[in-house]
């Protein structure tokens, strides 16, 4: 669809990979498999380390910091977001407008219009009469996602918002139930916090959220017990289980914390910021604090402007500037998490491995056990053998990089490929098989050379 302000950042994000390495110049993932040892020698001289943003109490409006941190916190993944393919709408409603217009004017640095075109867009359009959005006067973070997401169209909420899929059965009876709903935040209750989680009085959301979406036949928590009535009017009295999976792919996704400052267990972040789905990974791309009936957040930016990484906003600090804090969020205080903003991964990877380079390392161990991979210098040769052992298609002119990319891609059925191939040559071992598993073992040292590929 032709929308002018879609226009803006179609070009930009079209043929531009987001995060790229500040050394190479490659996409992060990318660099990461293979490190460069190239450095831009005025890559840090000449990038900032602040940049300016929405003022608390610009235009003599008080009590703007929700408008302010929810504008900073979703500009620049929405941003870098931005192509022909994600927006590709049959038209848009005017909160998906307004939205569009607080986010073109804060690239144009008019700070303030881009706050009041939103927060007059809430106060003057809405009819959620839970929420209202007086000019001066406070509201949550989360009414704003939830207004906004009620007020679009099915399109455009398929595109913001996650939809989830729960699926519900008895084990006795065969009863069965499914719920779809559509989250403007998805909340974490205190309940969905199983003692497994917990480690030193703190949890990790992200973890936590990665079970809740990709739970397979768990006892329901809210009613484990079936009652349905038989013919005889007696109670199934069976367990009740359910399956969860998030059933599209929006290009962002709210995590909303039960947030209680006085609880002895709360959030904390590990260094992996990034969420595992079945069909999709996602990026942390801010968090959002709440504390004392104040707003504020930390983002990652990727901008040839500034340095990349993490920036600590605040409405009422610096005059609005942001500061750079780091390659990783400080969370200073991780009670005052409440929000958490994802982004759609550059590279769509189903695995749970620790890194890359590991998943990297399995495909060609059990390739190798196959006699899959016949040399370990033919790199290439070697990954085209896997992809078409496993009928995966692919162009003819791909580099030896496109090719690793991949196999990180279709990660999941390589793996289940290579481990069934694995099953059947043991069962039908031959003291031929037998010596030759042997040579094999005895050739493992060489794997470690993949450490490098």
């Given at each position: 669809m032709e929308h002018s302000h879609f226009n803006l950042f179609w070009n930009r994000n079209e043929c531009t990979p987001k995060r790229k390495c500040n050394?190479?110049?490659?996409?992060?993932?990318?660099c990461k498999l293979h490190p460069c040892d190239k450095k831009l020698p005025r890559a840090t001289i000449n990038s900032m380390d602040a940049f300016q943003s929405y003022t608390y109490g610009s235009g003599q409006i008080l009590n703007s910091c929700y408008i302010d941190t929810f504008l900073e916190a979703i500009y620049h993944p929405f941003t870098r977001q931005i192509t022909p393919a994600t927006t590709n709408f049959n038209k848009t409603t005017s909160?998906?407008?307004?939205?569009?217009?607080?986010?073109?004017?804060?690239?144009?640095?008019?700070?303030?219009?881009?706050?009041?075109?939103?927060?007059?867009?809430?106060?003057?359009?809405t009819t959620n009469d839970q929420a209202t959005f007086p000019l001066g006067q406070m509201a949550a973070i989360s009414n704003v996602f939830s207004v906004l997401c009620k007020e679009m169209s099915e399109q455009e909420k398929?595109?913001?918002?996650?939809?989830?899929?729960?699926?519900?059965?008895?084990?006795k009876c065969n009863h069965k139930r499914v719920s779809v709903n559509t989250f403007s935040t998805y909340f974490i209750h205190s309940s969905n916090i199983h003692m497994t989680n917990i480690r030193n009085s703190t949890y990790d959301p992200i973890r936590v959220i990665e079970k809740l979406l990709m739970q397979q036949d768990v006892l329901c928590s809210q009613r484990s017990v079936c009652l349905q009535s038989k013919e005889d009017i007696s109670v199934c009295g069976g367990k009740r289980v359910q399956s969860s999976s998030l059933i599209n792919d929006p290009l962002l996704i709210a995590i909303e914390l039960d947030k209680d400052e006085g609880r002895p267990v709360q959030p904390g972040l590990s260094r992996?910021?990034?969420?595992?789905?079945?069909?999709?990974?996602?990026?942390?791309?801010?968090?959002?604090?709440?504390?004392?009936?104040?707003?504020?957040?930390?983002?990652?930016?990727h901008d040839k402007r500034y340095k990349e990484g993490w920036y600590l906003y605040n409405d009422m600090w610096n005059n609005g500037k942001a500061e750079f804090v780091g390659k990783q969020p400080q969370v200073k205080t991780p009670s005052h998490m409440y929000i958490l903003v994802f982004e759609k991964s550059q590279v769509n990877i189903t695995s749970?491995?620790?890194?890359?380079?590991?998943?990297?390392?399995?495909?060609?161990s059990l390739a190798f056990q196959n006699s899959i991979t016949p040399d370990t210098r033919q790199?290439?040769?070697?990954?085209?053998?896997?992809?078409?052992?496993?009928?995966?298609?692919f162009k003819e002119a791909t580099t030896c990089k496109e090719l690793k990319a991949i196999l990180l891609e279709n990660e999941q059925s390589i793996l289940s490929?290579?481990?069934?191939?694995?099953?059947?040559?043991?069962?039908?071992?031959?003291?031929?098989?037998?010596?030759?598993?042997?040579?094999?073992?005895d050739d493992i040292v060489s794997l470690k050379k993949f450490k490098h590929l």
């Open positions: 050394g190479c110049g490659k996409l992060q993932v990318m909160a998906m407008d307004a939205l569009l217009e607080s986010i073109v004017t804060r690239q144009q640095g008019k700070f303030h219009s881009s706050k009041m075109a939103l927060w007059s867009y809430l106060h003057n359009n398929n595109s913001l918002f996650m939809t989830e899929s729960v699926a519900y059965k008895c084990t992996k910021l990034n969420l595992n789905l079945v069909r999709q990974k996602y990026d942390l791309a801010a968090i959002i604090y709440h504390h004392n009936f104040h707003f504020w957040c930390e983002v990652f930016v749970a491995s620790k890194d890359h380079a590991e998943s990297i390392r399995i495909l060609m790199v290439k040769q070697n990954y085209l053998n896997i992809l078409n052992s496993s009928a995966i298609s490929e290579l481990k069934t191939s694995t099953k059947t040559e043991s069962k039908e071992q031959t003291p031929a098989s037998i010596k030759r598993e042997i040579e094999h073992s």
